[in-house]
């Protein structure tokens, strides 16, 4: 075979037409793009009163893949003619360009940067860069003010004094709530150096002709290089780290899977830092760090168990805040439950490791199910409780003098609620609500009281000749019509004591308070003087 290494020798073959044809295809190309931007700014109108819709006539009969000397000249000719042409448009273009300047002149840097690096092939044409001087200084001006505000906050990141708390907290890397700490801070300074490379490509590739250009660019590549430095800085800081708590963070297969700490709680032997390590170690290779082998067999060995390790600890978190999540007056309704769960915790293999695979899954899977069991019934219930909570609520709003019948209709509701609940010991949720109840209930009491005057129904009596006595004299007698008025007054009046709440009579839990109500009652009725006594 032939030898192609010494038939070119050491240096870099190049062919002379394909470099031609290459320069020709990228000349084309940028003029592509500088016709789209031109149309992008100069509406139709103008683009026909310039001519602008006659521009690539003159490259109608050149064969751009013709890489000869003659087609070479056609293309020059063609390629100055067109320049000529475009002439008018940027004039025009220029004058486009300065007034969106001006009205953007309050935006950000990296808002400047978005708003005008679209428009990069008319910013390095000569007039329109000539005629935008000032404009372009202006932008050059907010790069470096934007470039100052980076390397402020790339040095104080690097100089800050690193705590588990600052790693995660700092508002300057705060990308991901979910990412580690660490994590946050590469993508950070990978997000800043993109930012610093668009404006080191935009100064450039616009403004290298202005004064302060260089200045500029020699700013943001130092830059570049400190955010390259820390880069490292940070990922070797990382393995140190890691290499330090090696003997924690390694899984060890023979050991216990949980525990049962001395104050009840389950503790799963899965550190929540190895957890953390599996996640930075996936994070950094998909970032493309080379982690040290040894990181990433702690990383392998806690991969292995990390399915088991997080349904363990879903469950033992679960257990652990029981307390917490049950609602106080529900306890005795979960017990059963609860008990359950309690049981497949406490009477498992105090023996079961995380090498024993297939023992281990099936325990976790009678957790889930006591688990599953508990947080079902404790969801249910905190369903119900709102739901009766609400109802409670609308007897505060509901009349009960005149609307006695819907006001006992939402009783019969909450009543329903909890014997249709079937749970099992529900005294002390009946009891709950029964208390809840009561505060309505004095509530729309007292409210009734004072206005029980205004809604007793009208008695009817005639006035008629008593032949016995030759006098006139009612009828009904006004005895009876006392005992009647009387009676409905009554009717109000001791509806507390004969009312029943969804667990206990009303009056056993509102006796201390029930007095007070009667003789606010008896000064309410008294204040009115609404049954003037009436003459025989």
């Not at 240096?11 to 394909?18: E, Q, R, T």
């Amino acid at each position: 075979p032939l030898d192609w290494g010494s038939e070119w020798g050491m240096g870099k073959f190049s062919d002379f037409a394909m470099n031609r044809l290459r320069a020709r295809l990228t000349d084309a190309t940028s003029l592509l793009r500088l016709h789209d931007q031109v149309v992008e700014l100069v509406d139709a109108s103008d683009m026909r009163a310039l001519r602008g819709d006659t521009l690539w006539d003159v490259f109608d009969h050149i064969n751009i893949y013709d890489t000869s000397a003659a087609a070479q000249q056609q293309w020059e000719a063609a390629f100055g003619s067109f320049s000529r042409r475009l002439e008018p448009l940027e004039h025009r273009c220029a004058k486009l360009l300065r007034d969106q300047f001006a009205s953007n002149r309050d935006m950000s840097p990296a808002a400047l940067i978005g708003e005008f690096s679209h428009f990069n092939q008319l910013l390095k044409r000569p007039i329109v860069a000539k005629e935008l001087a000032s404009e372009r200084d202006s932008l050059l001006a907010k790069l470096s003010e934007r470039l100052h505000a980076l390397t402020s906050e790339v040095n104080s990141s690097a100089n800050s004094v690193e705590t588990a708390e600052s790693a995660t907290e700092d508002r300057r890397v705060q990308l991901g709530r979910n990412m580690p700490g660490v994590i946050n801070k590469v993508v950070w300074l990978r997000q800043v150096r993109s930012s610093v490379d668009q404006m080191l490509l935009m100064t450039k590739g616009m403004l290298s002709d202005l004064s302060r250009a260089t200045e500029f660019e020699g700013s943001a590549q130092e830059l570049l290089d400190k955010i390259d430095e820390y880069n490292e800085q940070v990922f070797k800081d990382w393995v140190l780290d890691i290499n330090g708590k090696q003997e924690d963070l390694t899984l060890d297969a023979n050991s216990r899977i949980l525990d049962i700490t001395s104050n009840g709680h389950v503790k799963v032997n899965y550190s929540e830092h190895l957890v953390e390590l599996l996640r930075e170690v996936r994070l950094f290779t998909a970032l493309g760090y080379n982690v040290p082998k040894n990181i990433r067999k702690i990383a392998d060995q806690g991969d292995n168990f990390y399915h088991s390790g997080i349904a363990l600890k879903q469950v033992a978190n679960t257990y652990n805040t029981m307390n917490v999540d049950i609602i106080e007056s529900t306890r005795a309704m979960l017990i059963d439950s609860a008990l359950s769960f309690e049981d497949v915790i406490v009477g498992g293999d105090k023996k079961l490791t995380w090498r024993n695979t297939e023992d281990t899954e099936r325990f976790i899977e009678r957790l889930r199910k006591a688990s599953g069991a508990l947080t079902d019934d404790n969801r249910r219930l905190h369903r119900l409780h709102s739901q009766i909570g609400i109802l409670v609520l609308d007897l505060f709003r509901i009349d009960l003098l005149r609307s006695r019948d819907r006001w006992m209709g939402r009783i019969r509701e909450i009543r329903e609620l909890i014997a249709q609940s079937h749970f099992s010991n529900t005294e002390a949720w009946a009891k709950h609500w029964d208390m809840q109840i009561y505060k309505a209930l004095e509530y729309q009491y007292q409210m009734g009281l004072e206005s029980l005057h205004e809604v007793v129904t009208e008695i009817n009596a005639a006035v008629v000749f008593d032949v016995t006595t030759g006098k006139a004299a009612l009828r009904p007698p006004l005895e009876s019509i006392r005992e009647q008025y009387y009676q409905r007054i009554k009717d109000f009046l001791t509806f507390p004591i004969r009312f029943n709440g969804v667990g206990l009579s009303l009056i056993h839990i509102s006796e201390p308070t029930r007095l007070l109500s009667i003789s606010y009652a008896v000064f309410c009725l008294k204040k009115k003087k609404h049954t003037p006594p009436l003459e025989k």
